[in-house]
């Protein structure tokens, strides 16, 4: 979301902890995290930037930000391990496996161990179309063509990015020309982009009806089109009637009347922001959610149910595997 990959983030997170980094690959990593870190806001650090974390601390008596904090908070977490040691490994096996082969129980218990595995499996049925024109290629993974917006993954790149589509509509109340009616045309600029219309020829109340696309942008703070309606001459001399601001709202689409000189126009504008974005300037991360039948379910039912069968026991090939 920042223009960065996981691993430059990770790597660069890493460094700035330090204690587990080598001298010589800790001072090459250093020297590409400080250009990484350049593009951050404010030059800040990348422990400031990416504050959302989730740490698991197992053992010891404080649980506190023993990894990011004060070294003194992780000195007494380690102090704390003799005493309240954690588990970080371990090898789980099948409870039916302390049963020997001989004894009947032993099929039984695999059997309802087996179904009461599948009956707590969940799976993800992904109902949601790939964002950004992509295609599946993949359970629940999407491909996309990569460009400055969006990644392969069909991903924003980073936060803050919409395509904005301005639609021009009409207006009335202008005077270009003193012995004719006016022959009138918009121009739309946001964010360094800019698009204008057509000219209506010889008309105090033009109907443009035109579709300007600015393609996909950067909203930062305070961000507004600026909209200047003119009266076409001979492109050089072309008379300025009037201009208005509006501020941009990412969402659905806007509608809006403005005063511009001694006219009123009226135009819409849709914001749209990039894949997994949201927010009036598109900086919240928004997940999709699962349509109709989407999500996580169960296979099926426990305790099992007459309608389901008998529990199936294992065969002589599956007891041979053991």
Not at 10 to 18: F, K
Not at 39 to 67: I, K, P, Q
Not at 160 to 183: K, N, P, Y
Request: with cysteine; charged share 20%; hydrophobic share 35%.
């Amino acid at each position: 979301m920042a223009g960065m990959s996981s691993q430059e983030v990770a790597d660069c997170l890493r460094v700035e902890m330090s204690a587990n980094v080598g001298p010589v690959q800790l001072q090459a990593m250093t020297e590409a995290c400080r250009k990484a870190r350049a593009s951050n806001r404010g030059n800040a650090s990348f422990n400031e930037v990416f504050n959302e974390r989730l740490v698991d601390v197992e053992g010891g008596e404080d649980h506190g930000d023993v990894v990011y904090g004060r070294p003194e908070a992780y000195s007494k977490w380690l102090q704390g391990l003799p005493r309240f040691p954690g588990l970080v490994a371990a090898n789980v096996r099948s409870l039916h496996t302390l049963v020997p082969k001989s004894d009947k129980r032993h099929g039984a218990l695999r059997a309802a161990i087996r179904h009461y595995i599948s009956w707590r499996a969940l799976r993800a049925n992904c109902s949601q179309a790939c964002a950004g024109g992509g295609h599946l290629v993949g359970p629940c993974q999407c491909s996309c063509p990569a460009n400055a917006a969006v990644t392969a993954g069909c991903c924003s790149r980073h936060r803050g990015t919409a395509r904005v589509t301005v639609l021009v509509q009409e207006g009335q109340g202008w005077r270009g020309d003193l012995f004719s009616a006016t022959d009138a045309y918009v121009r739309v600029f946001l964010g360094g982009r800019r698009a204008q219309t057509a000219p209506v020829w010889n008309n105090n109340h033009p109907r443009w009806g035109a579709r300007l696309e600015l393609g996909v942008l950067d909203l930062v703070p305070g961000a507004q089109f600026k909209v200047e309606v003119w009266d076409r001459d001979n492109g050089w001399d072309d008379d300025h009637l009037g201009t208005c601001t509006q501020p941009v709202e990412a969402g659905g689409t806007r509608e809006v009347v403005c005063f511009a000189g001694k006219g009123r126009l009226r135009f819409s504008y849709l914001a749209a922001c990039g894949p997994g974005l949201g927010g009036p300037l598109c900086l919240d991360y928004v997940p999709q959610p699962p349509r109709n039948n989407g999500g996580l379910y169960r296979f099926s039912h426990w305790p099992p149910r007459p309608s389901d069968g008998p529990v199936t026991w294992p065969t002589q090939e599956e007891q041979e595997e053991e």
